[in-house]
């Protein structure tokens, strides 16, 4: 239906409840015409403030439905990578910072040795 017949009807006054649905893009209609409910289905360009504001001046209850976004309990699987990731990511950051140096240290001239020899130097 167009929204021209939406707001038509909510200048009538037959209008007593409006849903809105998906980011507002959608409105249910409930009309109490000659003591029948009727619900209509209208897609609205934009929720705008002169739009509430409207629908507040005639008294219209208005509902907004928002999105439910499903979450999925962790299975005893998911928990267990977690487990795992935690263990583990100590060791690769250590084993990673190792041989990072190793290979700098290789690229600038620098020979490391297995066997350093400290020797004090007195003067």
């Not at 409006?18 to 409930?30: A, H, I, S």
């Not at 509430?52 to 699987?77: C, F, G, S």
Request: charged share 25%.
């Amino acid at each position: 239906a167009p929204f021209s017949q939406f707001l038509k009807l909510v200048e009538e006054g037959s209008v007593t409840r409006t849903d809105f649905y998906r980011d507002c893009k959608y409105v249910v209609v409930q009309t109490g015409e000659d003591g029948q409910l009727e619900r209509l289905v209208f897609e609205i360009p934009a929720m705008t403030d002169g739009l509430v504001k409207k629908l507040q001046d005639h008294q219209i209850n208005i509902m907004i439905h928002r999105p439910v976004k499903h979450v999925r309990e962790a299975t005893d699987a998911d928990k267990l990578m977690v487990a795992a990731f935690l263990v583990a990511y100590p060791f690769a950051l250590v084993g990673t910072c190792i041989w990072l140096r190793d290979f700098l240290l290789g690229r600038l001239g620098f020979k490391i040795s297995r066997e350093v020899i400290a020797e004090a130097v007195t003067g």
